[in-house]
């Protein structure tokens, strides 16, 4: 067994978000590569993805909430410093 195999991922879906990829999944490969996959096949498709994509689409969600923040934060610093009686 690999050592990515173990790896958890970082992102779950509940069950029934986890049937909806897998069956979007399934409809993609059918549709554009016609590749008829079994709900076993998509399933390690989707866990691939979970384990080894999710993080970048994870942290880059994260490094853009931290730029939405600071910008707020400063926002509100300037508006507090604007009430500061002389």
């Not at 978000?17 to 709900?39: M, S, V």
């Not at 730029?67 to 507090?80: C, M, P, Q, T, W």
């Amino acid at each position: 067994m690999s050592r990515a195999r173990t790896r958890a991922p970082i992102l779950t879906l509940t069950p029934e978000q986890e049937q909806d990829a897998i069956h979007k999944l399934k409809r993609l490969f059918a549709e554009r590569f016609e590749l008829e996959l079994g709900t076993f096949e998509v399933a390690e498709v989707l866990e691939l993805f979970s384990r080894e994509i999710a993080p970048h689409y994870y942290n880059r969600a994260i490094f853009d909430t931290q730029a939405l923040l600071k910008e707020r934060f400063e926002g509100i610093e300037s508006d507090v410093w604007a009430l500061e009686k002389d």
